[in-house]
């Protein structure tokens, strides 16, 4: 079992910068696939991007391609996304999840991630 806290979250202006952090905690030893998930109003979960275990290997939503990075560091159980030229369209609440422990590829798709975080809110505004 792994616990996830997202933090980093805000109220930004379109072209600002944001960094969300995920901390994770529990049965963190053999380390998990990672991901970033968004849900905006009235809207399904979507995909934003996913780490491998070792941080070799990363995916993106096109959406998302070119301004967000996406890292992690294993050794103080977080993972980072690092968000850059925010739109408004980027506005939704920010989920990280986890992969279960067995699983060694990134996914894309929500059913495929057991844990999840509570979610941070990014707001940008136009």
């Known amino acids: 079992q792994v616990q996830l806290v997202e933090s980093g979250g805000g109220l930004v202006q379109t072209g600002s910068s944001l960094r969300l952090s995920c901390a994770a905690s529990?049965?963190?030893?053999?380390?998990?696939?990672m991901g970033w998930f968004r849900q905006a109003p009235r809207k399904e979960h979507e995909f934003v991007s996913g780490i491998s275990k070792s941080g070799s290997s990363t995916h993106y939503a096109d959406s998302v391609k070119g301004r967000f990075t996406i890292s992690r560091d294993n050794a103080k159980n977080t993972v980072y996304l690092q968000m850059n030229s925010l739109k408004p369209e980027d506005t939704a609440v920010y989920y990280c999840a986890a992969r279960g422990v067995t699983r060694v590829a990134v996914a894309t798709e929500r059913r495929e991630y057991a844990y999840w975080g509570q979610g941070t809110q990014v707001t940008v505004s136009s």
């Open positions: 529990g049965r963190t030893s053999s380390g998990y696939v």
